[in-house]
């Protein structure tokens, strides 16, 4: 079968060059309608068109609104996750996260109806409800969430008459989650994913929950980060009800609820169930990064704030300087070998590009190129705020930009996605993961660490002395 791979899709939208040769920064040009989507840092006011779906043929770095869906749900550990859809959507379930769980390990299977013709013509109802009723027997898990894919959509099976049907049968809460492609980007598929959590708070016993209490929205234990994150409140004195998701719950998905506060690190996946907590239970949330030594320690300070408790700031002050000191050394050391270096960023959400930004200044590096996904207006002009001059915002991106922009700032380093490591490898630029696929601990102050070091080891590796410059190099893919 022909595959479109990112040298062509370059090719379709570039000056004319030489067959053989790969294109230069200069030969590649904007789609118009892309333009208002990008701006470059002068001092002007940032007024940047985002938000929207897709352009069509420009091959964005988003994904569909199931995978968004699949991304927030899938670390619920002692719940079953069904794809009710062709076993291709299936692809996205296999292990490929490095969500760690600290017991139950059923999030780590994968399970689909396997939609196949004869299903699109009579439907697939009757399918997902023995498939449903097999696998409640089977693992006996907490709860059961079920995907509906495009092909749901389309043939229009009533998903939540099964889920009634079979959590009326069996006992357990059997979510449905909407997470058909019709709605325009992953972005979207969050909101389904935190609809569904919405039906599981307020489920269960909030007693004997303290007043010094949390929840810990938006972190998905890569690396088993959570578990860092929580040691680190507990140390302060807070009690954490609930992590959601990473190494999450169901139970404690239903007594959140009980909380004092939601504290939310990823803010596009999980801020439409922050602001629905709020609107139905009174609970207040917080925005934080725990990527970064002045993002994490802001995070631990604002908690501390919040309860207004001059001891809880006490203790977050003498933790904060018990970690800073164990890291600062080998921070030193790395920032001279990293110093003058140039980066490009691109994440999912805004946020996290804030705390890169000015975790790469820590190490002396300068960031030429920042973007994510789903940064709204806002997130985009306090990133030129504390971006250096000349920096190229992006707002979903794709290949033959990030392409165009990494050749003409010249950058020595690439942070980003599995979507994103191709276009560096072929642009002879360095790469660090900083998605859902990756398996070192990169937040709180131990995770800067991780991150300065394998920066260092990627930047400087010997490699780079076999490939020629990007600057001036026609042959630069």
């Not at 043929?57 to 991304?71: D, E, L, M, P, Y």
């Not at 959570?226 to 040691?231: A, D, V």
């Not at 200044?361 to 709204?376: K, V």
């Amino acid at each position: 079968m022909f595959k479109v791979g990112i040298p062509f899709a370059i090719s379709l939208c570039m000056k004319t060059t030489l067959p053989h040769k790969s294109p230069k920064a200069s030969d590649i040009t904007l789609l118009k309608d892309r333009q208002l989507s990008v701006h470059e840092t002068d001092g002007s006011p940032v007024e940047m068109t985002c938000g929207l779906a897709s352009l069509a043929g420009a091959v964005s770095q988003r994904a569909c609104v199931f995978c968004g869906s699949r991304v927030v749900l899938y670390p619920v550990a002692d719940a079953v996750h069904i794809v009710h859809g062709p076993i291709g959507c299936a692809a996205y379930t296999w292990d490929i996260r490095g969500s760690l769980s600290s017991g139950p390990e059923l999030h780590r299977l994968s399970f689909s109806t396997d939609l196949r013709e004869r299903d699109v013509i009579y439907g697939g109802e009757k399918k997902l409800t023995a498939a449903l009723l097999e696998l409640i027997k089977e693992h006996k898990p907490n709860a059961a969430f079920i995907y509906s894919t495009c092909i749901v959509g389309i043939i229009g099976d009533d998903m939540e008459a099964v889920c009634r049907k079979v959590a009326a049968e069996t006992g357990i809460p059997v979510l449905p989650v909407h997470s058909e492609g019709f709605k325009g980007s992953k972005k979207d598929g969050y909101s389904a994913a935190c609809n569904a959590l919405m039906r599981l708070v307020g489920t269960g016993d909030t007693s004997n929950i303290p007043l010094l209490s949390i929840n810990i929205l938006g972190d998905f234990n890569l690396a088993g980060e959570i578990w860092m994150i929580k040691e680190y409140y507990q140390r302060m004195g807070i009690e954490v009800i609930a992590t959601v998701t990473g190494d999450g719950r169901v139970a404690d998905i239903q007594r959140c609820h009980g909380a004092s506060l939601n504290v939310v690190q990823c803010s596009g996946s999980m801020i439409h169930l922050a602001k629905a907590m709020e609107e139905k239970y009174g609970t207040p949330f917080l925005r934080v990064s725990y990527f970064g030594i002045e993002d994490m320690s802001r995070a631990l300070y604002d908690v501390a704030e919040h309860f207004e408790d001059p001891e809880l700031t006490n203790r977050a002050a003498t933790l904060i300087k018990e970690e800073v000191s164990v890291v600062m050394p080998r921070l030193r050391e790395l920032r001279e070998k990293l110093k003058g270096k140039r980066a490009a960023v691109y994440t999912g959400g805004a946020f996290k590009a804030f705390s890169l930004v000015r975790s790469l200044r820590l190490l002396g590096m300068r960031t030429a190129i920042a973007g994510s996904q789903t940064g709204n207006k806002d997130d985009y002009k306090e990133l030129a705020e504390i971006c250096d001059p000349g920096t190229v915002l992006l707002d979903d991106t794709n290949p033959l930009e990030l392409a165009k922009y990494i050749q003409e700032k010249n950058v020595d380093l690439f942070i980003g996605g599995v979507k994103e490591r191709p276009i560096a490898y072929k642009l002879g630029v360095a790469f660090c993961d900083h998605n859902h696929e990756r398996k070192i601990a990169l937040a709180g102050f131990e995770g800067l660490l991780n991150f300065a070091e394998e920066v260092h080891a990627s930047v400087n590796s010997p490699i780079w002395n076999l490939v020629p410059r990007r600057r001036n190099q026609e042959d630069a893919i």
